[in-house]
């Protein structure tokens, strides 16, 4: 009776973690994409800055 006793805690406690391991994945999944927009956002007024700075140095 015992051993499924804590047979039975150690799954609820493999049940939590898997839960909690979950969470953060996606909570991880979540700042990748707002990284991914916030880089190509930079990237994409760079790319103006530079395109930019061409026609100047152009017109010179």
Same mark, same amino acid.
């Given at each position: 009776?015992?051993?499924?006793? #804590?047979?039975?805690?150690?799954?609820? #406690?493999?049940?939590?973690?898997?839960?909690?391991?979950?969470?953060?994945?996606?909570?991880?999944?979540?700042? #990748?994409?707002?990284?991914?927009?916030?880089?190509?956002?930079? !990237?994409?007024?760079?790319?103006?800055?530079?395109?930019? !700075?061409?026609? !100047?140095?152009?017109?010179?």
């Amino acid at each position: 009776m015992f051993a499924v006793a #804590v047979g039975f805690l150690g799954l609820a #406690v493999l049940g939590v973690l898997a839960v909690r391991v979950f969470l953060e994945a996606r909570r991880l999944g979540e700042q #990748v994409t707002d990284s991914a927009r916030r880089i190509n956002r930079a !990237a994409e007024d760079l790319e103006r800055a530079a395109t930019g !700075a061409a026609r !100047a140095a152009k017109a010179l």
